[in-house]
């Protein structure tokens, strides 16, 4: 955190911890933010203040030609500049080197602007250093949060110190809470349309780290390049910290989430969040509680009872499939590992997941692959009550075997394969990995889906010609299309519409093998590969109908042949 702090290391901080941070909502504390930037301004610019009046014995000239406020103003703005490069140049450091440069020359010039000129002049100054910056969940919260306080401020009068230490302290207190207040409730809808989640504890949580980290830690982090021994000393205040955090993260209600509402809701919600804080009548501020509503109540349709959808996410060389019916959710894989801090169910999965607001009942690993297997963890820490199954489990009530059979809302799950014989006595499987793979049936009330993980050929065959009479319309392409799965005795046999690839782009296997291609085309099976397709999503009431995600959310920059790769996949 202390790396974090003093140069911008953010993967200096663990998974775990920005889970924490995220949770009681104070992860903006833990960059190099507009908070820092500003308290190292002040430092810099008290010092060289205090310098330069230490001056006025020797060199009295240097103050009669260039006065300390200047020297003290200018300075200070220069050296948070390059603090804020030397950290990185996030965007909240941009914003507010941008604000404090008007600032100082406002004062200066002995000058006062309006502060929705301010406010715009460093929103449009940002945006020319870095037009993409719109991109960035920082950037509309650096600004929104920035902006609300300027529109809730009550004014210089309000701020006038007036009575004893006691009352002033009282005073200051209330309008730390005020304030966090404010901010807390009027960026409540922005984090839940960029984030998908709201930190109830974030008001509380806010109120102690904020002070914690602006007096305490960053001066002790920031002085601690000059004195190392003062890092020992921040390391044991993060410490208390951290113990705080996790106890309000452990609280069971420390975070809500809510499904992504769609762009009218979502943008309503924020307009709503704003005017509840404004300094407005309560008659018209209540009105913010109107628009607010329709985005926390919205709910994502589902299936109709009957009906499922099968969603094959974009996981890159992996697998990662969400099958959905109308109450009810299964995870078919969790995806790859991309590193020691970093899988698809962490950045992939999840997301999702809490975007349409599901909770998962079943979980399928196929194998214990890390194409595969490899978000496992995230998931089943995010969802804890789900149901495992597996083919590498130590537990026999994790364990999918042929024959297990249950049905939601009119749709039947089965899975065929490994058979009770594929384990061993100590539980292990007899096969290969891939030989290994839990074979997934689902069935509608017309209409079917495959899910054979990395199967191979022989195990391929063996299933085909052991349930002769099985057809399904569409199928998840065995082990990402390689050529030793996708036989023609199994292509033949279930005579598939559709068949789903979930593959990476430019992977070194080559996978989709185009001899499996051939096989698709010459038995016009339609196809869809996910770096082309993205997100590809078939429903059984359209059976005839995959959406691409890459082609129903186009950006300006996609290449203009994306349509007619996409059209290419489709035709067999």
Not at 15 to 34: E, Q, Y
Not at 92 to 106: N, Y
Not at 172 to 198: I, K, N, S
Request: glycine share 10%; aromatic share 8%.
């Amino acid at each position: 955190m202390l790396a974090a702090l003093v140069v911008g290391d953010q993967s200096a901080i663990d998974r775990d911890d920005w889970a924490l941070f995220r949770t009681t909502g104070v992860a903006h504390l833990m960059s190099i933010s507009g908070l820092h930037v500003t308290m190292f301004a002040w430092l810099a610019t008290a010092c060289l203040g205090w310098g330069w009046r230490r001056l006025a014995p020797v060199w009295p000239q240097a103050l009669l030609a260039v006065p300390t406020p200047v020297v003290a103003g200018l300075g200070g703005v220069a050296l948070a500049a390059t603090y804020a490069l030397f950290s990185g140049w996030g965007v909240p450091a941009q914003r507010t080197v941008i604000m404090l440069a008007v600032v100082v020359g406002l004062r200066l010039g002995v000058r006062q602007w309006p502060w929705p000129v301010v406010w715009l002049l460093a929103m449009s100054a940002v945006l020319l250093l870095d037009p993409w910056a719109l991109m960035q969940p920082g950037f509309w919260l650096s600004f929104v949060a920035v902006g609300i306080l300027f529109a809730t401020d009550p004014g210089r009068a309000s701020r006038v110190p007036q009575g004893g230490v006691l009352r002033r302290s009282g005073r200051a207190f209330t309008g730390l809470l005020r304030e966090q207040g404010v901010v807390t409730l009027a960026l409540a809808p922005l984090t839940l349309l960029l984030f998908g989640q709201f930190s109830v504890v974030g008001l509380l949580a806010n109120l102690v780290a904020i002070p914690v980290v602006t007096l305490l830690v960053t001066p002790l982090a920031m002085l601690g390049a000059v004195l190392p021994a003062l890092w020992e000393l921040a390391a044991w205040v993060v410490q208390g910290l951290s113990s705080a955090l996790q106890w309000l993260g452990q609280w069971s209600w420390a975070a809500v989430f809510r499904p992504a509402a769609p762009w009218p809701m979502a943008l309503a919600a924020v307009a709503g969040g704003g005017l509840l804080v404004l300094r407005l009548p309560w008659v018209l501020r209540s009105a913010g509680l109107l628009m607010l509503a329709p985005a926390l109540l919205y709910l994502p349709p589902r299936p109709a009872p009957g009906q499922f959808e099968l969603i094959a996410l974009d996981v890159g060389q992996g697998s990662a499939v969400l099958v959905r019916t109308a109450r009810h959710s299964l995870l078919y894989d969790t995806g790859p590992r991309f590193g020691p801090e970093s899988d698809a169910g962490e950045r992939v999965v999840l997301p999702l997941l809490r975007a349409l607001g599901d909770q998962l009942d079943t979980v399928v690993v196929s194998h214990r692959d890390s194409d595969h297997a490899g978000g496992a963890a995230a998931v089943r820490t995010a969802y804890p009550k789900a149901r495992w199954l597996s083919s590498y489990s130590a537990q026999v009530s994790e364990r999918c075997v042929a024959g297990q059979r249950w049905t939601w809302d009119g749709v039947t799950f089965e899975v065929l394969r490994p058979l009770p014989g594929d384990y061993g006595h100590d539980g292990q499987g007899r096969l290969s990995s891939n030989a290994m793979s839990c074979v997934l049936r689902v069935a509608g009330a017309r209409h079917s889906a495959w899910l054979g993980g990395d199967i191979d050929a022989a195990h391929e065959v063996q299933l085909a010609l052991a349930r002769p009479q099985d057809r399904t319309t569409v199928m998840l392409a065995p082990h990402h299309g390689s050529l030793t799965s996708s036989t023609p005795v199994l292509l033949n046999t279930l005579q598939p519409r559709w068949v789903l690839v979930q593959s990476g782009y430019r992977n070194r296997f080559g996978h989709p093998a185009p001899d499996v291609l051939d096989r698709y085309n010459q038995r016009s099976i339609r196809w869809v590969n996910s770096p082309v397709c993205g997100a590809a999503t078939w429903r059984s009431a359209e059976p005839d109908t995959v959406q691409c995600h890459r082609q129903d959310s186009r950006r300006y920059w996609h290449h203009g042949e994306l349509a007619g790769s996409l059209q290419a996949a489709h035709k067999p």
